[in-house]
């Protein structure tokens, strides 16, 4: 097998299964939702049947250009939504403000600013000053450096070894 062979997708073209260039058959789920694994070509029969998914078949010589159909497929099969900013109250805004903060959980934090931008903008937003007030938090909590690059304290071998590189670096000056 030298191609990659999308198997079968949700309409959504969110979850799919593929079999990679050795053979093995991998379910790939949204962002989130879990990582990818390798399942049996039992699941693409179950996903087909009974799950609502889509039989594909069409191979590929890369992963971006499965990717690529998988996008234009699921552009076609979803129509564009469009909605009414007007009329959206603070019930919508709170909803949204779940996907914002799960963008940001789950490392989406451009993705995050952008919606919390979106959202401000809203005529809702504007006319309340606690929902106002919210976005704008979120967007001073997107400012601040990621929480998981906070310098942490050296160990004791951490300090020992940059006590041996600082006494080498003084050898060689």
């Given at each position: 097998m030298d191609r990659i062979t999308l198997m079968a997708m949700a309409p959504s073209?969110?979850?799919?299964l593929a079999r990679d260039r050795v053979g093995r058959i991998w379910l790939i789920q949204p962002l989130g939702a879990g990582e990818p694994e390798v399942v049996d070509a039992s699941v693409v029969d179950r996903a087909v049947a009974h799950g609502g998914f889509d039989k594909v078949e069409e191979a590929f010589d890369s992963w971006e250009a499965l990717d690529r159909f998988r996008q234009e497929r699921a552009a076609l099969a979803v129509p564009d939504v469009v909605v009414d900013r007007e009329r959206l109250d603070i019930d919508d805004v709170d909803e949204m403000l779940v996907v914002v903060r799960r963008w940001i959980d789950g490392s989406e934090p451009a993705r995050a600013r952008r919606a919390t931008i979106a959202l401000l903008r809203l005529?809702?937003?504007?006319?309340?000053?606690?929902?106002?007030?919210?976005?704008?938090?979120?967007?001073?909590?997107?400012d601040q450096p990621p929480r998981r690059f906070h310098s942490q304290p050296l160990t004791a071998d951490q300090r020992a070894a940059r006590n041996r590189w600082d006494a080498q670096e003084h050898l060689a000056a």
């Amino acid at each position: 097998m030298d191609r990659i062979t999308l198997m079968a997708m949700a309409p959504s073209g969110e979850t799919y299964l593929a079999r990679d260039r050795v053979g093995r058959i991998w379910l790939i789920q949204p962002l989130g939702a879990g990582e990818p694994e390798v399942v049996d070509a039992s699941v693409v029969d179950r996903a087909v049947a009974h799950g609502g998914f889509d039989k594909v078949e069409e191979a590929f010589d890369s992963w971006e250009a499965l990717d690529r159909f998988r996008q234009e497929r699921a552009a076609l099969a979803v129509p564009d939504v469009v909605v009414d900013r007007e009329r959206l109250d603070i019930d919508d805004v709170d909803e949204m403000l779940v996907v914002v903060r799960r963008w940001i959980d789950g490392s989406e934090p451009a993705r995050a600013r952008r919606a919390t931008i979106a959202l401000l903008r809203l005529p809702v937003a504007r006319a309340d000053a606690a929902i106002h007030e919210r976005l704008v938090v979120i967007l001073e909590e997107l400012d601040q450096p990621p929480r998981r690059f906070h310098s942490q304290p050296l160990t004791a071998d951490q300090r020992a070894a940059r006590n041996r590189w600082d006494a080498q670096e003084h050898l060689a000056a």
